[in-house]
């Protein structure tokens, strides 16, 4: 059968417009779910208007002693932000966690106060920057990844004040499994004032019904959980779980100590009390500095502070201590 050039060219015609039409839906389509996922500045700011006069309302009737109105603001609040986190992160929430004086009403800016000098900075309002700082975390890989595999079932959300450690706000989410017996959480800090997001891949899986409980911020555990069977299981690499045991010894030993001091009698207290207060300071800079190794994120910086300082006090870290240190291989 011989098919002429003329016919040729008109399947050929034919297929470019039908690819040319297909192409242009599939991005209109594209661009329209990503339009309606994304809310506008307008949105954003109307959303953060919003939510800081409630706190503002929820700010006066506690200080007036209006329980009633106050309770009314406090559940507005928690209703609008279960809203506007669902919106913003593309996942549905079931539940925000707001109780009196924890993260309700926000304390105004000028109204927090920083104890440490070396963690002094400005800080900004609260309200105003929840909407901004839920797109952000929405669009962060940590919370695609954990999204992925909790979306389906419930999902809270408690967003905290931690202005007064740093100037930072604290987001934290939690899924439970339908039975609830466990549950998987992660978080983020971000700025109140700039909105830099601090923080790693962090991961904590609970066993509700026997208070047991494991977490990690190692990005390849964070990941390699999603593979497991299990609602939140997570396998920690043969380094990490080395450096884990030495830190649950170190946290018996500290524990001991501290109930031998308790059972102490008074002139027992008197001669050993010093020695004691001493070991147990060294368990626990031991611990500060065994966590900055079990963290994606290295504050080179202050681990070599926290070195020096041990250093000072103690000596040489412990030989075994230095040796599960080493296999880490911090870059």
């Given amino acids: 059968m011989h098919i002429g050039v003329p016919l040729i060219l008109g399947i050929a015609c034919a297929f470019i417009l039908f690819v040319s039409i297909t192409g242009m839906l599939f991005f209109e389509d594209f661009f329209s779910d990503f339009m309606n996922s994304t809310p506008s500045q307008s949105k954003l700011k109307s959303d953060s208007e919003m939510l800081s006069e ?8 506690q200080k007036n002693n209006d329980s009633e109105k106050f309770n009314e603001q406090m559940l507005l609040m928690q209703q609008k932000q279960k809203d506007i986190a669902s919106q913003y992160l593309g996942v549905n929430i079931s539940k925000v966690y707001i109780k009196e ?9 000028s109204d927090v106060v920083i104890h440490a000098p070396e963690l002094r900075k400005p800080v900004c309002e609260v309200p105003e920057k929840i909407p901004a700082h839920l797109q952000k975390i929405g669009q962060s890989e940590t919370f695609q990844i954990f999204a992925k595999k909790y979306a389906q079932h419930r999902m809270m959300i408690d ?5 007064y450690g740093g100037g930072m706000i604290h987001y934290d989410f939690s899924a439970t499994s339908d039975d609830g017996r466990y549950s998987a959480s ?35 555990e964070f990941i390699s959980s999603l593979k497991n069977s ?39 207290n008197d001669g050993k009390l010093y020695g004691y207060g001493s070991e147990m300071q060294r368990l626990g800079m031991l611990t500060t500095i065994i966590r900055h190794y079990e963290s994606d994120i290295l504050d080179s910086v202050k681990l070599q502070e926290d070195l020096k300082e041990y250093n000072i006090q103690f000596g040489d870290l412990p030989d075994e201590l230095q040796t599960l240190l080493d296999a880490r291989h911090v870059k």
């Fill in 101 to 109: 004086n924890w993260n309700f009403p926000f304390k105004a800016s």
């Fill in 186 to 220: 992660t978080y983020f800090h971000l700025d109140s004032c700039t909105d830099e997001m601090s923080g790693s891949y962090f991961l904590l899986c609970k066993d509700i019904k026997n208070d047991e409980f494991i977490s990690t911020w190692i990005k390849s």
């Fill in 159 to 163: 967003i905290s004040d931690e202005r």
């Fill in 230 to 268: 299990g609602f939140c299981t997570i396998k920690l690499e043969p380094w990490h779980q080395d450096l884990r045991d030495y830190q649950y010894l170190i946290s018996d030993e500290h524990d001991k100590l501290l109930q031998e001091l308790e059972n102490m009698t008074s002139d027992e």
């Fill in 54 to 61: 409630i706190n503002q309302l929820g700010l006066e009737y």
